[in-house]
């Protein structure tokens, strides 16, 4: 899905009610936002009796406006905080960084970064490869990029298979040291990954020698994505992993691909054309910022000068054009796809199955996701969906998976396109959909890997992982259940072919909040009904604790939303923890663009949280998709107000089982942003209840968001500001118009940004942190700010810079929970 893996919210709410206090860190990941706003409601109750989700009040109805106060439009005296890299706004950011470390103390110096930090590069983590071919003796050429303290950029390294399963130490042989790039070219580079050419596409890999079970060949290049401070922008060039060099783009045998800093999308076509998307001038990028234009680029030549061979509408997303190669699959060929991106959720597919055909556009619902799998065209449904005019009376509910011959749905929807019922007649008459996967009220898709010959579905029951393995029937034919687990687990796991196109071997990595990571060498091939693990061959790494975790426990529950709705969360606490409403819990919740929380090694949480004897909790709100699109759907937009519900039954449960203690005092709406305007919901905890705000790279002025940077691109999720969303809703989610001046005391907040954030801007928190000194002037509103030039929207581009941020976060959350801060 576009963008989608890119994008990643933390909201994490402390408690301490011995102190009468409420403590709120909003923290993004790395890759999303979270907001705040302030604005006035009222409401009581009583900590010691139990409390129904319905005693705290929901700021989305008790504040509705028939009509919005001036505020709401008048002009903004901060919009010369949006010039990125002014004189004036870099002043600003340095001169508040000094304020807020001579208040808060350098983070360098605390026992949370040192721990952090020694967590983050230490030479125990589980070093993971992919796999770039195969050596002149056959063995696996496995690929790793690396940091450490030696290494604070990092290296590209490489070993192979005999080395990685030895239990003595893996040699490695360095392929890039991006330290000594960074050096030599004066450029604080970032690595952000690498594109490689197929070997099916290199006549130059080797590849053509490949025989059944021996396997021969290897990636010859890539196109390397070098991010200079952690943007998403990234340089191009292209490196050739023969001689371990960049491929010169001005001289030489085979000029090399290169394209300077931007949003770019490229994918080898064949060894020297690119299938490209660049912001090449004339209208090349669409309002959201990214590429509305993909050419065919051949090398050598200008990419200015390359025939553009798909455009979309500017006011689109974005678009792409890439290759699906499945001939070494039975039944597959080699697909090639064009995806227009209309908004985050609706696109339209384009594909063709031979070079020298036309492409024909797919006839499924525009919130389908479609991927290719052998001679199988697999469908995940977003809605409910009935192709009766497909050949088919079956409705597929949302969120099924499902697949159909490829032939046939081509053929299919080229007669749809083409408009003949005759013809629509006959190529329907030849369509048959298979159910793969159909979720249940409990039940979920949540994605799948592949290796050779089979298909591998990761599902939640329950927000449980599973997984269940579907083999390629014979010659190619239906899907058939091979296995798996017979029962969701509290767990992470992840499914990696090894070589997709050779063999079933696959690299198989569980976790759990409490337990670190290992990773096995899986054969699916040896999966079985029964669920037994039959199919783990060998365990290869694991990681050591980072904390102690020997006293805690991982417990699931749920609690009753306003609707009736039953909402999951997990508690990481000590065992045999007093229920006294003592407990210090940190609550992390996301809700925003179906994407799904779940158990995972919780390192930084453990370093600075659990260890202190804090409770962590993790609340799966309705937005995310623990339960498929349906669950995300239904808090979109105008309905976001379910996630406030969500997220306050979890709080009221946590009260009413004295995990927490609530008192509510007074109460106030704080204003979330539309991505994730629930953790705001728990604010109305009121000012006498928290004790201190976070709030990290966040998304703020909802107003002016889709004109900044790639906020455009978001308007699915949260509304278009200027149409009449702004009245309707969306004025309610923009903490920046919702500051309360009146208000004589706000709890101590700290916001943090950077400045090579090129995706939400960095002017939403400089703008805020403004607003709010002026407005607070002369009043209790300690509001500290930290912009790091560099890292990105993940906040930090090496180790150092992730500790140094995440200890000052940390820190700062827990001084204000058991000391006093200054102002």
Known sequence: MLMQSAICLRSIATFKSNRSKLLFLFHSAQLFHSVVGFSPVVATTSPSAPSS???????????????????????DPYLFLEEVESPESIAFAKAANEKCLAALGDPKDTETYQRVLEALESDERIPHVSLLGYGDDGDMLLYNFWKDSKNPKGIWRKTTLSSYQSPTETKWTTVLDLDELAKKEDISWVWKGYTPLPRSLDPKSGAEESTPGNPKGRVTRVLLNLSRGGADACYLREFDLLTESFVDPEDGDEVGFSLPEGKTRARYKSRDVLLVGADTGEESMTTSGYPRTVREWKRGTKIEDAPIVFEVEKTDVSCGQYLYDETHREGGAMYEMQSRAITFYDSEYFARKNADAEFVKLAVAKNTEVSFFGRWVLLHVKADWNPKDNGSDKTFKSGSLIYVD??????????KTDGNEDAINLAASNLEYKLLFEPTNKTAYSGYSTTKNYLILYTLDDVKEQLKFFKLGEGGGDFVDAGGDTEGQIRSVSARGVDSKESDLLWLTISSYTQPSTLYLADASKCNESGEDGYILNELKSLPHMFDSSELEVSQAFATSEDGTKIPYFMISKKGIALDGSNPTLLYGYGGFEISLGPRY????????????????????????????AWHQSALKENRNKCYEDFIAVVSVLSSSLVIACTILDLINLVLQPSHPQFMTVLVQARDLFGAIHIAVPLLDMKRYSKLLAGASWMGEYG?????????????????????????????????????????????????????????????WPVYYYENIEGGHGGAADSKQEAFMTSLAYDFMWRALTSSLPN
Do not use: C
């Open 406 to 415: 490829s032939q046939a749905f081509l053929d299919f929807s080229k007669a």
């Open 53 to 75: 989700s319905s005693s705290f009040a929901n700021p989305i109805t008790t504040t509705a406006m028939s009509s919005l106060p001036s505020h709401y439009s008048d002009p």
């Open 720 to 780: 278009d500001p200027d149409t009449d969303d702004w009245e309707n809703f969306l004025h309610k989610y923009s903490a920046y118009h919702n500051i309360d001046a009146t208000r004589q005391k706000y709890p101590a907040t700290l916001l943090t940004t950077s400045t090579r954030d090129d995706r939400v801007h960095p002017a939403h928190a400089r703008k805020m942190t403004k607003k709010l000194w002026d407005l607070g002037e002369g009043k209790d």
């Open 602 to 629: 919780v390192t930084t949480v453990g370093i600075s949280w659990l260890e202190r004897g804090g409770v962590y909790v993790e609340a799966n709100i309705r937005g995310g998709g623990e339960y498929g699109a």
